[in-house]
């Protein structure tokens, strides 16, 4: 059974950093089929995909919005999907989760918009991060 779970928000100040944990269970990032998306939804908001990542290739996606800011990455040992954000923006403030694509177009999953995250299957449980002006 796949279970993802997130660590690492928090409260900081605009203009820190936080970075973000997603480790997995009963699933390999680095041998899997399938792609990860990292999602926020602010109070009141709609969820958005901020990043995206394709661990087989390593190919990654970012939003208009965290572009140049947030770093995805991958400790295979760890078997640990990482979020780094930099220069965070009291906008960034918001409920993070991490979530895996599965479907067949896996590799390519990232090309496309992410939209809300509809068709990821497996989420974690959500780490919150409130940046603070």
């Known amino acids: 059974q796949v279970q993802l779970v997130e660590s690492g928000g928090g409260s900081v100040q605009a203009g820190g950093s936080l970075r973000l944990s997603c480790a997995a269970s009963g699933y390999t990032y680095y041998n899997s089929y399938s792609a990860m998306g990292w999602f926020r939804q602010a109070p009141g908001k709609e969820r958005e995909g901020v990043a995206c990542?394709?661990?087989?290739?390593?190919?990654?996606y970012y939003s208009d919005s965290v572009k140049g800011r947030f770093t995805v990455s991958l400790d295979n040992a760890k078997n640990t999907l990482y979020l780094q954000m930099n220069t965070l923006k009291p906008e960034d403030t918001a409920m993070y989760y991490c979530?895996?694509?599965?479907?067949?177009?896996?590799?390519?999953?990232?090309?496309?918009?992410?939209?809300?995250?509809?068709?990821?299957?497996?989420w974690g449980q959500g780490t919150q991060v409130t940046v603070s002006s």
């Open positions: 979530a895996a694509y599965t479907g067949s177009d896996y590799w390519r999953r990232c090309r496309r918009d992410l939209g809300a995250g509809a068709d990821f299957a497996y």
């Open positions: 990542f394709w661990p087989g290739g390593g190919s990654t």
